[in-house]
């Protein structure tokens, strides 16, 4: 079972970018769905954006046209590219592989002017 690490995240003003990563320990070839989430204060944990082995990418509707999400198998990493972002984008962003369930430990994301 892997385990996974994010970072990247940080501080930045409104229309910013930030790339988050989530390296896992072990090869991510065979897990099928790679997953971002995040949460926000008070608010339930939600999804963002997930990719396939094959390359298959969806978005909520919240990010769409914003964020994208893209893997390197080669590198165990995964990544989700924030671009324009918005106050309401902070939140802390979690790094899911789907089977079997792992979660990472969290990335705090703070959009503020």
């Known amino acids: 079972q892997v385990q996974l690490v994010e970072s990247g995240g940080g501080l930045v003003q409104p229309g910013g970018s930030l790339r988050l990563s989530c390296a896992a320990s072990g090869s991510i070839v065979r897990i099928n769905v790679m997953e971002w989430y995040r949460q926000a204060p008070g608010k339930q944990r939600e999804l963002v954006a997930l990719?396939?082995?094959?390359?298959?990418?969806h978005y909520s509707d919240s990010v769409q046209g914003r964020c994208t999400i893209s893997r390197d198998n080669a590198k165990n990493t995964v990544y989700l590219q924030m671009n324009s972002l918005k106050l309401e984008d902070t939140a802390v962003y979690y790094c899911?592989?789907?089977?079997?369930?792992?979660w990472g430990q969290g990335t705090q994301v703070t959009v503020s002017s």
């Open positions: 899911y592989a789907a089977s079997p369930p792992v």
């Open positions: 990719i396939t082995s094959g390359g298959n990418t």
